[in-house]
Every structure is written in C-alpha cells, then in structure tokens.
C-alpha cells in the first residue's frame, strides 16, 4: 500500500488538526514537511511529529518529502500559496473558503487547472462516513426524488470580533458548508433566499455589519426545496444535522452526543453534547485527505474540486444579497460557478 | 367536581374525535347531544355514546343537555353554526378554520363577541402535554432570549383532490397550525417568506393551484427569526416537531415513534413511526374540550380564542401572498388580527 | 357495540385508576356501580362517577348495574370477594395477588371454576400495546427461538414499611409481574435461582425480613435462560423494560420518558423520566378491563387467568425459597401451578 | 512530548488493531518493531507500516526499536513470551488471558513481577472514554453507594469450532471481560452463581462442553448485586452495554450504533447496529496501548495490572465452577486473586 507525504503549510488551529491526522490517523496521507512563518511553532511541530520543518514556503515545495501539499493557513493566503504549489508542480489540498472574493477564487481554480494540477477543497462532511453512507444511498436511488432537503449548522457561542472581521461574513463562513452539502446530495441550485438576524449580539455584529443567525432558502432544479438554519450561538453545543426527505425514503443525519452515556438522576436523564466541530467529525478530516492523497497516487477526479468551491461560494454570495436586498435571488449553474438568471420566478 | 355537557355539531372524522374523548376521555367535558345532517350518522352515535341525537341544529342549540356547543362539520358550516350558537346563548368550541375567507372570519369573532360568549378555536397543539410543558417553562423565562424557531408538519399522503379542492390551499390548512405555535411560543411576526413547490404530485397540484411542500420563513418583533417546513406527502409518517433555540436553553420536542419497542434484526434495528395526527396527539384532543369547558364553567379567557384564529389566519394568508409573489410580506399586529406593513425591510 | 357495566369493589389507588378508566377511557366496559367499606369514600366517588354506590358487598353484587364485578380491595378480601362474585352468577377481574398463600390462591381459582365463571387478574402488562405487539410477533414466529429473556422493574422510591408488612414480600409483590410476563413470552420455567439484598434501607428491610433489590434467573423448558431484575429504590424513577432475544429477531421494550422533549443546556441535554407505574401504563389498565368485558360478553376464554395468578404465584415462592437457602429450585409445570421437580441439574 | 516505541510479537487479529494503533491513533506508543512466526505476514507488515520486522522473538527483544513488548501472539504464548520480555528488561502489555490455567497465570505476574517490570493486561474496555468517564463520576462519588451492577457482552454470531476449542470456555473467554469491569466499577466479590445454556447450537456446544449462553450473578462484598448477561450468537449484532445503579444516580452506557443517521421508509424508521468490538471500540484500543506507553514512561503503576487479570480469571473460574455445579461459589479477594471462602451464605 503506498503513501503519500504531504507538505503542510500552516499551524494554526486548522493546520493542526491536519497534522494530527497526518501523523496517525490517515493511513494513506502522511505527513512529509511542516511549514509556519513562525519559525517557534514550525519547530515544535517538526520536532513533535518528527518531520522536517521550514519557515519558507519555497522550501517546504522544494522539499523532497513534499509529494503533494495542503494549504492550512490563514485565509488571505490560501490562494497565492495554492497557485504557487500548483505552478512547482504539486497537487493540492487547499482549506476553504479559496478566497474572499469571486475573481481570486476563480483565478486560482484556473492556474490551478492550466498548471494540470488537481486542487481538492476542504468541504470535510462529504468525507464523514455518515454523510458518505447517506450519499451514497441517495445515488444509488434508494431514496427516489427528493422533496425537501433541511440542514443546521449550529456553533456553539460567537468567536472573537478578530475573527468575525476577517471571515468573509456569516454566509460565506458558515453557511457556504451546508451550500456545498445541499449541492451534494441534492443537485444544482436555481433560487436562494437569505435571512439573517443579529440575536447573541446585536451590536457587536451590527458594528461589523454581519449576522449571528440565519435561515437560508433554496430552490433547487429539480423542483425540491431545502432549508438551511445556521447560528453562531447556540448556547447548548454544536450542530450539525441534516435530513433529506425523499419519495422513497428519508434520511436523517444526526447530531452525536459527545459520549455514550445517560446520565439518570431523580427524575431525569440528561446526556453530553458536542462542544465543537472537531467533537462532531473525529473521522471526516483524516478521511479527506486520506481520499486526497489516493486521487493524487491514482490520477483520479479529487471529490470536492475547486469549481465545487467555487460553485458553494456563489451561492453564499447569493444568500448575502438576498439577505441584504430582501429578494429571491436566481442562479443558474454554467459548469463554473453560478450566475445570476435573468428574473426570478416564485 | 362540576362537569359541562357538550352538543357536538358534525360526526364525520373530527366530530368522531371530539366524540369519543367527550364519552371518554375527557374529565370535565362531557358529550350531551349529538347533531349530523344525516339521520343515520347521528342516530348511530346518539346510540353508541347512550346520548340523545338530533338532525336539527336548532334542537341541538335548545336541548337541555347542550350547555355549550362544538362545531366540527365541514367548513363551509363552521361559522353560521358558531354565530347561530352565540346568539342562542351558547359558548362554542369551533374546528379550525373558523372560515376560508378573513371577513367572515373577521364577522364571526366579532357577532360571537358581541353575543357576549366565549369562543375556542381548535388549535389542538396547545393543549398536548409536550407543548404545553415547553410553553410554561419559556413564559417562566427558562429559555431566555428566543433566537430561532423551527416547525415541521407533514402528513404522510396526500388527501383526496376533492379534499384539497376545499382545503383553503396549503398555506391555510396545513401551515396555519405552525403558524399558531409560533406566535404562541415566540411572539408577534413582522414578516412572512413563503416557498412552495409541488413535488409528490406535480400535475395534480398545478390543476388546483396548490403546492405539497412549503417552506415559510418568518421573522418576530423581537428581532428572532422561524422556520416552517411542511408537506402533505413526507412518505415516511406523520410528522410534527418543533424546537426553540434560546439564550438560556433549547427545546426540542419530537416526534415521538408509534409503539415503545425496538426491533432487531441482523445488523439493524428498527422503529415504527407514528401514521397520522391521531396517533401524535392521544391527549390534546380531549385536553383542549377539557380546557374549554373549564373556562366556560369559571367564566375564564379560552386559551385559543377567535382572534389566535384570525391572526394565524392573517399569517397563512401573507404566507399564501408571498408565495405567489415571491416577494417578503412585512406584517403588523393589530389586536384584531394582521395587517399589511407599509413596507418590506431585510 | 353492546357494553358491559362492572361493579367495582374498592376505592383506594388501584380501584381509583380502575374507576377512571371505566368511566373514560374504557370502549366496552363501563363503570356500573361503586362500593368502598368507607362510606365518605363511596359516596363521593358514585357522585363524582354519576353511579350508584353502596357500602354493602352483597348489595353491589346484587345490583342490576352489576353485570360483572371488579375487585380492587385491600389484598385480604381478594379471596372471599371473587368467590363471593362468582357464586352470585358474576364473572370476576381480581387485582393480583389473589392471596397471600398458595392454599387460598388455590381453593380460589378452583372456586370460581365450579362456579362455572369468569376469572381474570390484573397483570396488566400484558395489555399494554408495547408488550401485546411483541408478543404477537413472538406468536407470529418472527422472533424465531427465544435464547434469552431479560427484564427490569424498579420502583422509584421504596413504599413505607407499613405496605411492605403486609405485602407478602419482595418476590411475591414485585418479581411476580416479571414472571407472569416471562411465562407469556418465552413458556414455562424449570429452574428459579433467585438472589436477594437490602441496600436502600438495610435496616428497615432486615427488621421485616425483606430485600429491597433482587436478581432472579429462569431457566426454561425450551432451555433459554431468562434474568430479571428488580429494585423498590432505583432512585431515577419507575423503570419497566425488557428484552427478548431470539434467533431471527431481538425486541426491547423500553422505558419511555415522561415527555417527549428534549431540554438543552450548555454543554447537556436532558429528559424527563416517568416516576410511577401509572405515568409507564397510560393504557394497559383500561385496556385489560375491555379484554375481561369482551371476553365476558363472548364467553371466550380471559387473557390471563387464575391459573396464571397461580402459576407465576408459584414462580414467586420458589424465587423465595431459592433466596432463603441460596439453592437453586427446580420446578415443574402441572397445568394448575408448578410443583418441586425432584431433583436440581445445572 | 516523548513517546515509547513498542516491540509487537504476533500479527493476527488483534496484533493488526494494535500495529494499525500503534502507527495511526495512538500519540504515546508508536511502533517500533514487528514480529510474526510467519516471515511473510512479518515482511508484509514491516513494510506497511515503515518499520523493521523479524521471525525471531529474540530479536524483536533485543531490538534497539523495542522500548517496552506488547504480545498478541496466540494464547498458549502470552505467558512464556510475557516472562521472556520481563527478564529481557522490557515492560509488556500482554493480551488478556495470560493463561488458560491459574498456575501459568500466577507464577506469570510473579516472575514478572520479581523482575521489576511493569505488566499491562488486555481489558479495553476500562480505556474507553464512556466507561472512563463513568468510572471517574463513580470514584468522584456522584453516583453513591451502588446497589445493582448490570452488563451485557454479546457477539453477533459463534466463532468457528476451532477457535472454541482453545478458548479456555465461554466464562474464561467471554464473561471475564464484565468480571473485570464489575471489579474496576463496583469492588470485589463475594459469590459467584453462573447458569449456562447451550441455544444457538447445541449439539456443537455440547460437543466441546462448552456454552453460548450464560447469566452470571454477583454478590459484592458491598452488599450490592451483579448480573452479567453474554451471548456467542445474539444475531442482531455486538453488544456490550452497562449499568450502575447507584443511591445518588444510575449510569447506563449504551451500546452505539454503526452509523448516526436513520433511515426512513414508511411506518418504520431504521438504524445500523455494531457488528463487533473493534465497531463497538474505535477508541479504546488505542487508548489503552498509550496509557501502558505512559505507564512506562513515567514508572508510574498501569491501569490494568497482572493481578487484575488473576483476579478476573479467577471470578471466571468460579462462574465455571457454579454452573458445572449448580450452586453458588462463595469467593473472598485475597490480594492476589480470589480464594475460596469456606462457605457459602444466601
């Protein structure tokens, strides 16, 4: 069985749990190199892991154990780093969002594609094995025509105004997961309305013009309707459920509970919840780059491409002027991305 | 303990309900007469439940035994009976919808409250344990802030075309009941988003002008935000669960399965799901006669009364608007029902 | 519908849920007449029923309201009251325990049956829709071969000691209900091994010389194995839930919870737990009333009969008897009750 | 943050989860060398996982690579290999049973013991994190004084007649995995009642005088009592699930399902089950091999020592003994292992 090492760039939270998963539970990824402009936390993790590490992104893609490479780090970075790995002739596992903005994301899709480079987007739930099971099963036909497609993605409390500045804003930071899930298992998009609230705190989004709360509508070619609910504050844990009702069956993807316990005490039983989304997916960011690294041994179609990206970005800025006209707004696929079709129809 | 003898109006499915709580159930209501147009029908139940019967609503409205009156005929009947019973002096229970249309809804309330009479529409929900349960602890302010709502009502099958054809259109008949329970549990709404499709049917509900599958996206006055999905054919059961995500807790009330037993076969186990409201609501329907003959007997407000009725009127109507539209309807709340805001904000 | 009106002998807590069941929720049976030894008790309850009510047993048995008797009495007069009934010409449902001793639980059920009537005794388990649906697919062969039985029935909070004086003890009041259910599920036993222990109330249970949490094993003829579990204190709340395993299907039947919500809070969610055996029972008391008035009206056969009382009576004193010597204790189905098989094999 | 590399002798079965442990999940252990008697299973893996492999166990003890031994060889070599590595120097985690008698298993924790290394034993499942954190609010004493102890172990179907044979009995094999967890949760023994049965085939289990079916009663020396039900064909799947009832709360660890989604169809509603441990334990093994790893590291005592296993396998014993018996094995925890008590008490 042959492996792939793999040129990590980026330590940060994301970079991390990649590194983790590189260093034990992927079994056909591993990790090769370490990069971070920080030359303390390169280190460290160089010498945690065992593995070379480098504060010069030109290294880490000269690297010999750099056999494919993924991008980890902050966000303004992902697209020029992309380019740059593809241009050196490496494949490349870039976490989302590409970019903040249409033409950068479409841009680096492109070099990437001119390069003759494969470019896989960090859309983890596609790579869980309950989503993967449920998917697979809505392809073979088991569930007949979908009717309705409903999705939460929930966090549990706000992060740092630092963070909400630099995020893109809640549709394109949040919601854009349940947008490529939607797309997945349903199908292309023709319709998207948005609306949003500020409800944790509504000044503290008001200042940065942004949403804590959101309810998303979409329309989808085949005639089916989804629904998407999002929160950056839940208060009671972390959620992510879908269900996707169909003419034959209807699956429903559950939030786990964080251990497999009741806990029973006069009267009542009470369980634990998920606190965040690493608690939610112990498998789905080993299994992402584990399928990464097999589409680059295999020359093989990556499962969330760059247009995938591209595609789930396009809805979420549909669903920001939604939200910030109070209209429909109608999309129509062209194979890259979506534009906007010419009226909307109810 | 005083009990309320009732002369029920109407012996078809619902009457057949209220009857049998009435003869059973029920601790404080108790059934007194019967009335159905047709002799057969009213004779039979009059010598079922042991009570007299009638074909006449006026010698239902005169008998001794008829204290207070419930309507469950078919629609059209609702509000002439309920007038005509109001100003014979009878308090009345009336199925939902009062009327098809606002103003003879609007009418009824008003010549019911001018006769000085109580007036409960049946708006079974509110009186099943689990609802009941969760509205207490959010008026006792365990909740919190309310951010999110979430609602679904689905049937199992579609009904007959004859039926829908009288339905009042989806919005009207199935919607309003979740529309009900959020003002009830959340508060006035300032805007109604409706989509719909028709998807088990297509054909079918294009003749009518109806949809199967909706999805109504609300916003209230405090700023928190709903959603309602809802359709006549899930496929699977019935279905009617909601939750209400708040800044102290969440409320998830399910949808609970047919029998208490799992079944386990090799590498599965499997649950009956619950086929049609009368198996989700075993004690909502005898606690909204209990509850209604106890405010007729205390002289007390009904917990559902003709303005709830007009005003989830008044919301499914907007919902109905906007989904022919496909515009956002901004509403405001009158005291006697909804009226349209001036206009429509993000 | 022809139905039956039951002469109910005794007020207290079992006759009280009796009384509410035949004037609600019962279809076939209905409440005929009342008779409590207290005077008070009885008139309240003829008034609150609307039913004429007596202090006399003869004159309930008398009464042309009495069409068939229901006793409900303190255990002492379980006995004498079926054979009075039966003698009088009336068909009896009698709450378990027929008697403290086998002698008299003998001499009754033989009473009743040269009387040439009807007994029935309440283990109403075996009414409850969970419990009858499993048993029907167990019937229906669906389950295959039963390998092992396994169930728990746990009171919340043990009772004061003056019930448990006269209770007959631990196996005989609580194990009881597990056994007339192993024997509808799974047939007859061979072998009772039974173990006992005071651990809520060490004390108080030796003074009386009771336990107060006990496991008992069956062994069947089939040769399955079957364990039950059982508690006066489990803290939590009423638990009754047990499992069939056999070679084509396993069932579980669970405890179900109070509501049917969840409530969330950070990090936790929980759930409401019943507390009795009426919130766990909410139907199998009145459905096993219109078992008896059915098989009353068609002459057929009862559902559980006096030689059920009888046998799973038996079951109970050699559970007793295991516990008392810490030997296993072989038995032997007669047809009426089980006798000592000669000698114990492993 | 240092880790221990660890010599693995056997590369069967369990030898695979713990190689596959040790070179993915695990972040304490790693694996440092592989030994099979086999030279191409031993090749195959040493390539696999990037390791240096051998035929000889000699080598594999005197390896540089080789911090600390964990053995997963067939049965009958646990414990010669076992004492080898000990008098090498080297720590050993050893797969439980030591032996399939007491004397191997004795003079085993000895010589280790007098060789002054550390022996870890098998028992995953104190390593799981729902058994973990139940058994950390146990000790906390949020659960108080337990009264009743209940576990179910259950394979989904019988292992093949050759495996049996040398299984040292469903007792030995099977039962003493909830023997140790009934000592880790509740304490130590003080009589042990087994019953046997032979369900899924009886010929064949009477043919090795050996069971697929057992309950196994338990007295604590607390007071409290035990019941433990296992099965070697429950059909429907693995199932290994607990409960500790306890005076302030009861927990219950559920056995999980394969996948967190349902599937719907109508009427019913389904879900995968577990089909086996290494399902039922993604966790636990790994957790166990970096807590021995941890343990060596620091010279701190293991978690689930020699004794431990001697006195698990001597419960195990006395469940053997009780149900070729028929009678109940009074048993009195010595410090190293179980002797018999001189008489038995109900």
């Known amino acids: 069985m042959s492996t792939l090492r793999i040129g990590l760039a980026g330590l940060g939270r994301m970079g991390r749990i990649h590194a983790d998963n590189l260093a034990g539970r992927c079994s056909t990824a591993r990790l090769g190199v370490v990069f971070d402009a920080d030359p303390a936390v390169a280190r460290e993790a160089g010498e945690r892991y065992g593995v070379p590490w480098t504060v010069s992104y030109e290294e880490l893609l000269a690297h010999p154990a750099t056999e494919a490479v993924a991008v980890a780090t902050p966000t303004g970075a992902h697209a020029p780093m992309t380019v740059a790995a593809a241009r050196a002739g490496r494949d490349v596992f870039c976490e989302k969002p590409i970019a903040l903005d249409r033409a950068t994301t479409v841009e680096t899709v492109e070099e990437v594609r001119r390069a003759g480079m494969l470019l896989q987007v960090g859309f983890h739930r596609r790579f869980d094995p309950d989503w993967a099971a449920v998917a697979e099963r809505i392809r073979a036909g088991e569930l007949g025509e979908v009717a309705l497609f409903r999705s939460s993605l929930r966090d549990m409390a706000s992060p740092p105004a630092s963070f909400l500045a630099g995020s893109g804003g809640f549709f394109r930071d949040v919601t854009v997961h349940d947008l490529d899930v939607a797309r997945w298992l349903v199908g292309e998009v023709v319709e998207v309305t948005a609306h949003g609230a500020a409800v944790s705190d509504p000044?503290?989004?008001?200042?940065?013009?942004?949403?804590?709360?959101?309810?998303?509508?979409?329309?989808?070619?085949?005639?089916?309707?989804?629904?998407?609910?999002?929160?950056?504050?839940?208060?009671?844990?972390?959620?992510?459920?879908?269900?996707?009702?169909?003419?034959?069956?209807?699956?429903?993807?559950?939030?786990?509970?964080?251990?497999?316990?009741?806990?029973?005490?006069?009267?009542?039983?009470?369980?634990?919840?998920?606190?965040?989304?690493?608690?939610?997916?112990?498998?789905?960011?080993?299994?992402?780059?584990?399928?990464?690294?097999?589409?680059?041994?295999?020359?093989?179609?990556?499962?969330?491409?760059?247009e995938d990206a591209l595609a789930a970005f396009d809805l979420a800025e549909a669903a920001d002027e939604s939200w910030r006209t109070g209209r429909t707004v109608a999309v129509r696929y062209t194979g890259t991305g979506y534009a906007r079709a010419s009226e909307v129809s109810a």
Not at 215 to 243: H, K, M, P, Q
Not at 249 to 256: G, S
Not at 275 to 291: G, V
């Open 203 to 306: 000044e503290g989004f008001a200042a940065v013009g942004d949403v804590d709360t959101a309810v998303v509508v979409l329309r989808f070619a085949s005639g089916a309707l989804g629904v998407i609910d999002n929160s950056r504050a839940s208060g009671y844990g972390y959620e992510c459920s879908t269900e996707v009702m169909g003419s034959r069956a209807t699956a429903r993807i559950d939030n786990p509970y964080r251990r497999g316990y009741e806990w029973r005490t006069p009267g009542l039983t009470s369980r634990d919840l998920v606190a965040d989304f690493q608690e939610r997916y112990p498998l789905a960011y080993a299994a992402e780059l584990d399928a990464f690294a097999r589409a680059v041994l295999d020359r093989s179609p990556v499962r969330v491409s760059g």
